[in-house]
């Protein structure tokens, strides 16, 4: 995950879009603190007072070391958290750059769209117009955490709760994390998928290979399992089957077999497969994993693109959990260190100089822009997750009457450490803002509830925050967090690979809008460049059941033309 003040950055190629907009996170647990630097910063000041962690700007090995052990102490013994070991390695501006570019990741296959983003994300940090993360958190075990050179030691303090504790914690409990993500062996497998994809660059040469690869960030979005419950991923597992089926094919290849003659099957046979019930149920239709589909049924697809599918769908479920738990993993993140950094404070282990800047850098990451304000792009993740957490706090602590109204169970039970680690635990973003968004919140964002139809010239108000709006306010923005309504609905509901092959998509529209012709479009040209046959798209409206549109696929001839 990749944190910062404020982004304000252009939006992304939509075929290559997959590839360039997830953001890894992942959290460290309780070791010492192993720091790798390029270059050591001077410490000409970094010799702290007496009873001071540090004190001044400057930081060494040995003051990053102490002042992460009393971050552990508090994290762990204080709130309670339960978190992977910790690897934290200290990076220059320009590798926090080349980071960005792979989503984050420390091992990563290459591609054209990573330094796309690197150029992209270069100009707008030399230009001035976005600032460099304050750190990356990778989600693995050990949790590893890149913080910057250029930091102040306060900062440093700040992004070490922040992601070591914060974000590490979360990622290890969190059950979407827990379910769907392997962080054990998500770094062995990344090694694994970038040596396969270069040894598929020597064998195949890189145009090749990049044009699966291009077909596959397309389809990211749609290739992941939403709500199935598949067997737990064990990457190293896949890695290794990998290995064996590749060994398994060239001892068995026999290139006698393609001079045999295909025999056809009987009627009988014939009749079972093109009978449409059937031939669903055989392939498990309708399917909303895309990429899955494809690699598993494509005509077309050699084993080495089939692997490639597998690989980038992997990375895909791999971030899917984090895209449901923005505001959630960041308002935890941001409620542990403000905690455990007043703790610090309060017990007289930093100044009051580092704790001011403590409070500036804090400030700056949960500021939220007036709706009318021309910095405004939504509703700030880390302003609302926070405002949430510490809301749940004083009501278990100090509730008005007000609270015990809405929250009976929860107020004034005085365990709030319990009641937030219970809600890291088992809710991700829609249902969190359902189950614990307060009046007190709403009224302190001041929110309010536009309705926009499209037969309208003009946007309504609603709703506002008051008592007549408060359950409509939650429930919508409760709603606007849910990626079931916010990606688009596309599945495979048919296909005859008996007969003319042709893939036929659905995609359901929701209140009557369609898919950007542009994007889709090209999207469909990648579908069926891995299906290797005719492809066509139907927009079914989810309410009335009505095709709205058809978009079909280019012919071969076209495409070449």
């Given at each position: 995950m990749v944190e910062r003040a404020r982004n304000n950055g252009p939006d992304t190629d939509p075929v290559a879009k997959a590839a360039e907009a997830v953001e890894p996170e992942v959290e460290p647990e309780a070791e010492p603190v192993g720091v790798t630097v390029p270059e050591t910063p001077a410490p000409e000041n970094a010799v702290s007072k007496p009873g001071y962690l540090f004190d001044g700007s400057n930081w060494t090995f040995d003051t990053m070391d102490r002042t992460y052990d009393a971050i552990r102490d508090i994290a762990l013994n204080d709130l309670g958290l339960d978190v992977y070991a910790n690897q934290i390695e200290i990076i220059s501006s320009e590798q926090m750059l080349?980071?960005?570019?792979?989503?984050?990741?420390?091992?990563?296959?290459?591609?054209?769209?990573?330094?796309?983003?690197?150029?992209?994300?270069?100009?707008?940090?030399?230009?001035?117009?976005?600032?460099?993360?304050?750190?990356?958190?990778?989600?693995?075990?050990?949790?590893?955490?890149?913080?910057?050179?250029?930091?102040?030691?306060?900062?440093?303090?700040?992004?070490?709760?922040?992601?070591?504790?914060?974000?590490?914690?979360?990622?290890?409990?969190?059950?979407?994390?827990?379910?769907?993500?392997?962080?054990?062996?998500?770094?062995?497998?990344?090694?694994?998928?970038?040596?396969?994809?270069?040894?598929?660059?020597?064998?195949?040469?890189?145009?090749?290979?990049?044009?699966?690869?291009?077909?596959?960030?397309?389809?990211?979005?749609?290739?992941?399992?939403?709500?199935?419950?598949?067997?737990?991923?064990?990457?190293?597992?896949?890695?290794?089957?990998?290995?064996?089926?590749?060994?398994?094919?060239?001892?068995?290849?026999?290139?006698?077999?393609?001079?045999?003659?295909?025999?056809?099957?009987?009627?009988a046979s014939e009749q079972q497969d093109d009978d449409a019930d059937e031939r669903k149920k055989r392939l498990k239709l309708p399917e909303e994993n895309l990429l899955y589909f494809l690699e598993k049924n494509s005509p077309v697809l050699e084993p080495w693109q089939r692997e490639i599918l597998r690989i980038v769908r992997h990375i895909g479920q791999y971030f899917y959990p984090q895209k449901q738990t923005k505001v959630m993993n960041e308002g935890c993140a941001t409620f542990v260190h403000h905690y455990i950094m007043t703790q610090l404070y309060e017990k007289g282990l930093i100044p009051e100089g580092a704790m001011l800047e403590i409070l500036h850098t804090h400030s700056n990451v949960i500021f939220q822009p007036e709706f009318d304000d021309?910095?405004?792009?939504?509703?700030?993740?880390?302003?609302?997750?926070?405002?949430?957490?510490?809301?749940?706090?004083?009501?278990?602590?100090?509730?008005?009457?007000?609270?015990?109204?809405?929250?009976?169970?929860?107020?004034?039970?005085?365990?709030?450490?319990?009641?937030?680690?219970?809600?890291?635990?088992?809710?991700?973003?829609?249902?969190?803002?359902?189950?614990?968004l307060s009046p007190n919140v709403m009224r302190k964002f001041r929110l309010f509830l536009l309705a926009d139809d499209s037969v309208d010239t003009h946007f309504t108000v609603t709703n506002i925050h008051d008592e007549r709006g408060f359950k409509n306010l939650r429930r919508s923005l409760a709603r606007s967090y849910d990626l079931g309504a916010i990606e688009p609905d596309i599945q495979v509901v048919d296909v005859d690979l008996r007969g003319d092959r042709k893939l036929r998509l659905q995609h359901t529209m929701r209140d009557g809008?369609?898919?950007?012709?542009?994007?889709?479009?090209?999207?469909?040209?990648?579908?069926?460049?891995?299906?290797?046959?005719?492809?066509?798209?139907?927009?079914?409206?989810?309410?009335?059941?009505?095709?709205?549109?058809?978009?079909?696929?280019?012919?071969?001839?076209?495409?070449?033309?």
């Open positions: 080349d980071a960005y570019s792979s989503i984050g990741m420390p091992l990563m296959y290459q591609h054209w769209s990573f330094g796309k983003r690197f150029v992209r994300e270069a100009q707008m940090y030399q230009k001035g117009y976005s600032g460099l993360a304050y750190e990356i958190v990778i989600n693995s075990n050990p949790c590893i955490s890149y913080n910057m050179e250029d930091s102040t030691m306060a900062v440093q303090a700040l992004v070490m709760a922040h992601a070591a504790f914060g974000h590490n914690h979360f990622f290890k409990n969190n059950y979407l994390f827990r379910q769907w993500t392997d962080a054990d062996g998500i770094l062995d497998y990344l090694e694994f998928a970038k040596r396969y994809i270069t040894s598929c660059e020597e064998r195949h040469g890189v145009t090749a290979v990049e044009e699966v690869l291009d077909a596959a960030h397309a389809l990211m979005d749609q290739g992941v399992f939403r709500y199935r419950r598949r067997p737990r991923l064990n990457l190293r597992e896949q890695a290794e089957r990998e290995r064996e089926r590749r060994e398994y094919q060239e001892r068995t290849f026999n290139d006698l077999w393609r001079t045999v003659p295909k025999t056809g099957t009987g009627a021309p910095r405004y792009s939504g509703i700030n993740p880390y302003a609302l997750g926070l405002a949430m957490m510490e809301d749940i706090k004083r009501i278990c602590v100090e509730p008005t009457p007000e609270d015990e109204r809405w929250f009976p169970e929860m107020a004034g039970c005085g365990d709030w450490r319990g009641t937030l680690k219970d809600a890291w635990a088992n809710y991700r973003d829609e249902s969190f803002i359902q189950q614990f809008v369609p898919l950007a012709e542009r994007s889709r479009d090209e999207v469909i040209k990648h579908v069926r460049r891995l299906w290797g046959y005719e492809v066509t798209l139907a927009g079914v409206d989810r309410d009335t059941g009505k095709t709205e549109y058809t978009a079909p696929a280019e012919t071969p001839d076209a495409e070449e033309e």
